[in-house]
Nanobody
Framework: QVDLMESGGGSVQAGGTLRLSCIAS????????MGWFRQAPGKEREGLAS???????QYAEAVNGRFTISRDNAKNAVYLQMNSLKPEDTGMYYC????????????????WGQGTQVTVSS
């Protein structure tokens, strides 16, 4: 059983858009904080956005104003709309949950899916 399933990754040119989707199992999604992080080869994991059960959102500075996180509780889904993509946005993108308090603006995520690749060319 897959708890978190991402989709929507792909290859785009700089300035393009992508919309990532994540479907979670009911036991995972219900009343939980959800979010997205990414990891590029040779780089540390980078939290991108989180959304609380009531819809409150937080963003990393690197994507604030370009990315929008949203959720559809009827579908157990969370989305990441990515606009004005840059080559530095390239990486594997993960849908995540089980949020824990961290020292930064975004929570630490303790459970995540298999990931979906995003490649942005210049």
């Amino acid at each position: 059983q897959v708890d978190l399933m991402e989709s929507g990754g792909g290859s785009v040119q700089a300035g393009g858009t992508l919309r990532l989707s994540c479907i979670a199992s009911s036991s995972i999604y219900n009343s939980r904080c959800m979010g997205w992080f990414r990891q590029a080869p040779g780089k540390e994991r980078e939290g991108l956005a989180s959304i609380g059960a009531r819809g409150g959102t937080q963003y990393a500075e690197a994507v604030n104003g370009r990315f929008t996180i949203s959720r559809d509780n009827a579908k157990n889904a969370v989305y990441l709309q990515m606009n004005s993509l840059k080559p530095e946005d390239t990486g594997m993108y993960y849908c995540a949950t089980d949020c824990r308090v961290s020292d930064g603006p975004l929570p630490r995520f303790m459970r995540w899916g298999q990931g979906t690749q995003v490649t942005v060319s210049s």
